[in-house]
């Protein structure tokens, strides 16, 4: 049987994106998202809440930096990657999910698009709300 390297997450930015533009030209948008998982303490659900490093390789980095930022709800759809690398003759690794796609959820009302730029045509999508 074939491994299998699919995730899809919804979650909230902890912060605003950073896209980082590399020598040869090509760009990434850098972010993090919190998912909260429950577990049960005593008689009480709480939540415990995940962040989760994601970097997106598309097109329109620039318009979509507008969109990502602190606090809005967005879905990734991607795969797991890992970075790895030795500093002080100590070997670090980092998991993050390289996005093939991110949509952005929840409302899409005229005062929650102020100061909004316009979408990109490819690679991201806006849904009015997303089913659970």
Known sequence: ??????????????KDSTIHTFENGSAV?????????TKKEGDKFVDVPCFIPVKYYGKNL????????????VAISGYLSQDK?????????VTFITAESVELCGST??????DQPELPDEGVYVQENIPF
Do not use: P
């Open 1 to 14: 049987m074939k491994d299998i390297n699919t995730v899809t997450e919804i979650g909230r930015l902890t």
């Open 29 to 37: 948008i850098q972010f993090t998202i919190a998912v909260n998982n």
């Open 62 to 73: 620039d318009k979509l930096s507008g969109y990502l930022t602190k606090g809005k709800q």
């Open 85 to 93: 690398w030795e500093k002080d003759g100590k070997q670090n690794s």
């Open 109 to 114: 009302k005229k005062e929650d698009q102020r």
